[in-house]
């Protein structure tokens, strides 16, 4: 038997050649790729301060159904928490979730204000509820009274008026933008037009990062932090960097936030349901008045049937009676003298009057049988009545729970 040989081998020459190669080539191409991935970074968004701030507070927005409080210090101890007693101030981080305060790239804190007065967009309140009308069973044919549909614990059989538990959702920050956006207060967060800044234009919320010159804030940047509540006036994001201004602003407008979150469409939504609602609770009106209708008339329908077998009664009677009065004068012709003469006369006299009164007898009975098959039609009727009116209370339930879930689902929808 051949022996084997068995020994340890390593890298060739070509195989290390191809190592070194390769590591080469990815070697000279990280670089490239850093560059790229900084490019990337830079045009995705969250790239500047800015838009990482403005960000983080849509994300907040959508948590809590209204903007972020201003904090009351940018830098330092206690800075980063909200306090909603302000109208500007600096960046909340801390509410925000960032990992460290919102400055710029010279460190210097970012500005931010906000809506307040009567359209708080830093409160979350119930300002939005669906209704519909809805009839009280006992007393349909007048318009019910006007429900309010926000109660998490409502259902088809308890959804009574003053009963409801608000609901604070998307919806309510969606209704608080429409009202802000056709105020007419002037006491509002404004931006200055940058070709004149007589004209403004009322937002939602101002970012303004300071720059690096000082002061810290330029312009009517500066003007509008010192200005105090009601009177905040921002220089136009398209205000164009100058030696004297080297502020950078971001503002959120109404009508754009209103329709960045889906709110004509959610509220639309909502409202149709609302309708679909008032439908549904109409159609159940309409056939329960049918029902009561056809109750109605079944009961005429009833009376009306008795009364003819009580003129079937009177007829039988009427019957018998001329029955038995022409026997009696028949037996009286028979038993007197006059012979035949006065039987014909008996007979003659009898005869009609039991002709009608079986004529009478049997109209009475067919009378009795049309009244029978009006009765049973109107109980048909009835039936199907209440058929239609349980399909349309069902139909009205299944609107409004519909609506409801609109209502809870806020712009989660």
Known sequence: MKAR??????????EMALTLFSVGFLMSAVPRLLTQGAVAAAASPGSTPLEGTELAMKSFVHRNYRLPCPAASG??????VEDCTLDSGFVPWKALGLARPATNLDGRPLAYAILRGGNDLGVASDVYTPTFLDSDASNYYAAGST?????????????????DTPIVNGLDFCAKLRAAAGASDTARLRVRDWKDPSVVTNVAW?????????????????AALLAGPGKLAFDSP???????????VVAGTLTQMFSDLRCPTLLAA????????????????????????????????????????????LATFDTILNVALGVLDLGIA????????????????????????????????????????????????????????TDAATFRNERRDALLLLDQRGWFQ
């Open 5 to 14: 040989h068995y020994r340890n081998r390593g890298f060739t020459i070509l």
């Open 75 to 80: 830098i330092g101890a206690g800075s980063g």
């Open 147 to 163: 429900t309010r549909v926000k109660d998490s614990t409502w259902n088809s059989t308890s959804h009574a008026v003053g009963a």
């Open 206 to 222: 101002v970012l303004v990062d300071p720059g690096n010159a000082d002061p810290a804030f330029n312009g009517n940047n500066r």
């Open 238 to 248: 398209g205000r164009l960097q100058a030696p004297d201004y080297d502020d950078k």
């Open 270 to 313: 909502t409202s149709a349901a609302a309708r679909e609602a008032d439908f549904a609770n109409e159609n159940w009106r309409v056939r329960k008045y049918l029902l009561d209708f056809r109750s109605y008339q079944l009961d005429v329908r009833k009376q009306k049937k008795t009364q003819a077998d009580n003129v079937v009664i």
């Open 334 to 389: 028979l038993a007197g003298p006059a012979g035949a003469g006065t039987i014909a006369a008996s007979l003659i006299s009898s005869v009609p009057a039991i002709s009608l009164s079986t004529y009478g007898l049997a109209e009475a009975i067919k009378d009795v049988i049309l009244k029978i098959d009006e009765v049973e039609e109107g109980t048909d009727r009835v039936t199907d009545s209440n058929t239609a009116v």
